[in-house]
């Protein structure tokens, strides 16, 4: 690393590390920058000025990487005493001056790291070890921990040049477009979703935005979803692959159509053969629910998973020939990310992800993971903290499937994973695949009964939802199993470019999940 910015980061302090101000505002942009070191420092807004210009200048004059040295020099030709005072606030955490000083040549350092990355990076790091953390696009360390953020636009309110933006973009798609998947996604006329996902990425940074992992997160209720204009959204209702609600399953048919109540399936599947699939469903549900559940219960989660959700997906992906896995089961592909840039030999292995269900195929790949919540949970947070692990460990599925397949047949340009989500009575259906980027669908969802009123009315749409999405799975795994075989330069060309798709970013060690073990 040249000299100049070792120099400072090795002055940086401890406090830098555990700067609230990032951690709790990570859509910080270098306009703001002003305003956090008046926080750290108590210093003169005249006397920061002058410190943040001659910082910048030092940075632009250095031997730094040539991204590095026009950004900083880019910032310091623009940015203005005017501008820097409006962002400066009356704060002072006292200190010593030095301290203070040197904490400011370090969020300097910190900040300037993402500069000619794949995107820009608010400091990462370990506020246990006290210690800066580097990633590049081209080095990414994956003993990292930190929150990678969007690419800021250098001190203005205006988005980066188009000419950057694109260069980076086209990089990746190179890799994708040799592995033979879609990189575009539009109508040819007045709608591209991958130029709109630019722009939004551009604009929104947070801890649980799924664009710093190159994810759309398409489901409803995204911010992606509502900043899209209607005929956009119209485009992506139409190629979002939805589950049909339509299909009709006999059986069920024949046993909920003089049902009026709970007990009125219960004495049918006492007084008849179970010959079925299905019929057998309904008999393994009826015994979970007899004597219980007259109202919603307040149950803890594994029960609720034991009880609500297993016998039906059990069932459902069992006739499909696939194994249903119960009970915090770690992800392959979360450890396959962490570990394969590792040498067993010299580096500690690290401990993959856990999910509350995985559905393994019958070779034992995973292709579909699940995340529970308690029955009576309401806490929004952990809906968005699920939602947000789930899409991320798809990611991860992609890339390791993409990984496992190549090593004899080529990607399937619909290639998909799946995964699955209980909160607040729902369940919830997730594909992801590629087309310009990692596409997160929301392709169906059922209500889950949880009360014997409710189990006439709710239960056949539930089996339904579950034994469709099963099967989609299903299909999904014949595709790849169909693919064409690879020639041995096919296989070598397509193991390098795997080898350039950005992995999936740590998650912050200061946030734990709900299983209650913290992620990286």
């Known amino acids: 690393m040249h000299s100049a910015m070792s120099s400072l980061l090795q002055s940086a302090p401890r406090q830098l590390r555990v700067c609230p101000f990032f951690y709790n505002n990570p859509a910080s942009q270098w306009h703001e920058v002003p305003k956090f070191l008046k926080t750290m420092t108590g210093q003169s807004a005249d006397v920061l000025f002058q410190k943040y210009k001659s910082s910048l200048d030092t940075i632009a004059s250095s031997d730094a990487p040539k991204p590095l040295r026009q950004r900083a020099k880019k910032i310091s030709e623009n940015i203005t005493k005017e501008v820097f005072e409006e962002q400066c606030e009356d704060y002072s955490l006292g200190g010593k001056k030095r301290q203070a000083q040197n904490a400011m040549l370090g969020a300097f350092y910190d900040l300037m790291q993402g500069v000619g990355s794949k995107s820009l990076m608010v400091p990462t790091t370990d506020s246990n ?74 604009q929104h940074i947070g801890i ?14 995204s911010t992606f979803v509502t900043s ?25 048919v024949t046993v909920f159509k003089d049902a009026y109540c709970f007990e009125d399936v219960e004495q049918w599947t006492y007084k008849n053969i179970l010959d079925t699939p299905i019929k057998r469903l309904l008999l393994t549900l009826v015994d979970n629910w007899g004597g219980h559940y007259e109202s919603r ?6 029960q609720a998973v034991a009880d609500f959700l297993t016998p039906i997906i059990c069932s459902s992906f069992k006739q499909v020939g696939m194994v249903t896995l119960t ?19 010299l580096d500690k292995m690290e401990r993959s992800h856990y999910a509350d269900i995985v559905i393994t195929s019958k ?158």
């Open 228 to 252: 899209l204009s209607d005929v956009e959204h119209e485009f992506v209702l139409d190629n979002s692959n939805l589950m049909d609600d339509t299909i009709v399953i006999d059986d069920l």
């Open 129 to 202: 070890k006290g210690r800066v953390l580097k990633r590049t696009k081209s080095n990414m360390s994956e003993d990292s921990e930190g929150v990678e953020t969007d690419e800021s636009n250098g001190g203005y309110s205006t988005p980066p040049p188009k000419q950057d933006v694109k260069l980076a973009a086209d990089f990746n798609m190179k890799v994708f477009e040799c592995l033979g998947q879609r990189c575009a996604w539009s109508n040819g006329e007045d709608v591209d979703l991958v130029r709109a996902f630019k722009l939004y990425k551009d």
């Open 208 to 221: 649980f935005e799924l664009s710093n992992d190159e994810v759309m997160d398409l489901t409803s209720g």
């Open 327 to 345: 009970g915090e089961i770690p992800v392959a592909a979360v450890s396959w990310r962490k570990n394969f840039k590792k040498d067993p030999r």
């Open 297 to 302: 219960p307040k149950i803890l989660e594994k």
């Open 363 to 520: 070779t034992g790949e995973q292709v579909c993971i699940l995340e529970s919540s308690r029955i009576d949970e309401e806490k929004q947070e952990k809906h968005v903290q699920d939602h947000w692990k789930i899409a991320r460990l798809l990611r991860d599925m992609w890339n390791f499937k993409a990984e496992k397949l190549s090593l004899t047949r080529r990607i399937p340009s619909t290639m998909a994973t799946y995964g699955m989500q209980y909160f607040g009575g729902r369940l919830r259906f997730y594909q992801l695949d590629f087309c310009g980027g990692y596409r997160f669908f929301e392709i169906g969802s059922a209500e889950v009964p949880l009360a014997k009123d409710d189990f006439v009315s709710m239960t056949p749409q539930y089996i339904k939802a579950v034994m469709q999405f099963a099967s989609r799975i299903q299909q999904d795994i014949q595709n790849c199993e169909k693919s064409p075989l690879l020639t041995q330069r096919e296989k070598l060309e397509r193991a390098r470019e795997l080898k350039l798709i950005t992995q999936t970013t740590p998650t912050p060690k200061s946030r734990k999940v709900s299983s209650g073990k913290r992620e990286t």
